[in-house]
């Protein structure tokens, strides 16, 4: 579905970003802190989408307290934004130099995401052209479109975290309108076991919701599954597991010898980017595992 027409919201009161209306109280420090980060972009004339806690808390209606702010942009447009806020005041580190940078003022900080750990989940132009406007702490702004959200958050499998559950929530709560076809596309022929294995899932969290996904989609999943089952598996070892976990399947790879599914060909990135991103999260600098 194209939201590009859609009338703008405001998500003041349908995301906690703003202290309760009505008792005077004033806005808590750091969103004026996010305010400037914002009005910085879009005085630089570099677009980005506003994503995370707060545009999941506007799809599903699931309160969160935004902790922080997460802004996606192009990767072209990556540099020229670290720029621009740094030029502005503000401290700019590139915390993973295949996906997201960090800009902080204090104890505050905005992510700057431009594509996913496992380095599937690029920010291109369907991102922006299928976005949500809405008004966000008196700006306007637009956020990620749900479907972009799920496809990137399918893959979160980590130890210590699973974005299982906001998937289920999103599928549930935007089925109606997600453009399913090009869901189906984002996971294209080489990951579309992912979207299965969370439909199937689904049926099992909220029996009663199952038929929330289209005939259609469940059915040309199972036809690809049968295909499967009557073809030859794959004669190299692989091992795609490195596409949910950073670290739950380094085993595999540096013991038994697997191929790291995050590499190009079959992935899109280089040994070089994902062994520096193994030794930065094992050096514990994010205090936990983040995709």
């Not at 294995?197 to 469940?218: A, M, T």
């Not at 190009?264 to 990135?269: D, E, K, Q």
Request: glycine content about 6%.
């Amino acid at each position: 579905m194209n939201t590009r027409n859609e009338p703008r919201e405001s998500v003041r009161s349908s995301v906690n970003v703003a202290a309760p209306q009505g008792n005077g109280a004033e806005l808590e420090p750091q969103y004026d802190f996010y305010q400037d980060v914002m009005r910085t972009l879009d005085q630089a004339h570099l677009p980005f989408l506003v994503g995370g806690g707060i545009a999941f808390t506007y799809y599903t209606g699931i309160q969160r307290k935004a902790k922080d702010l997460d802004l996606f942009v192009l990767p072209e447009h990556f540099a020229s934004v670290m720029d621009a806020l740094s030029e502005a005041g503000f401290t700019t580190h590139i915390r993973f130099a295949h996906w997201i940078g960090k800009a902080t003022k204090g104890d505050d900080f905005v992510d700057i995401i431009f594509g996913s750990g496992n380095g599937i989940c690029a920010v291109d132009q369907d991102w922006f052209d299928y976005a949500v406007p809405v008004e966000l702490l008196g700006l306007a702004v637009k956020l990620c479109p749900p479907e972009e959200m799920i496809w990137s958050k399918a893959f979160v499998m980590e130890r210590d975290r699973f974005d299982g559950a906001d998937v289920a929530h999103l599928l549930v709560a935007r089925n109606e309108t997600l453009d399913w076809s090009r869901l189906l596309r984002r996971f294209n022929d080489e990951h579309w076991r992912v979207l299965f294995s969370h439909i199937i899932l689904l049926g099992f969290i909220y029996p009663c919701e199952r038929n929330k996904i289209p005939d259609w989609v469940q059915s040309e999943c199972l036809r690809r599954y049968r295909y499967e089952m009557k073809s030859d598996p794959p004669q190299e070892r692989l091992c795609q597991g490195t596409l949910f976990s950073w670290s739950e399947y380094l085993f595999d790879i540096e013991q038994r010898e697997y191929m790291d599914g995050r590499h190009v060909p079959r992935g899109n990135l280089t040994p070089q980017e994902t062994t520096r991103a193994t030794a930065i999260w094992k050096q514990g600098e994010e205090g936990r595992v983040e995709r």
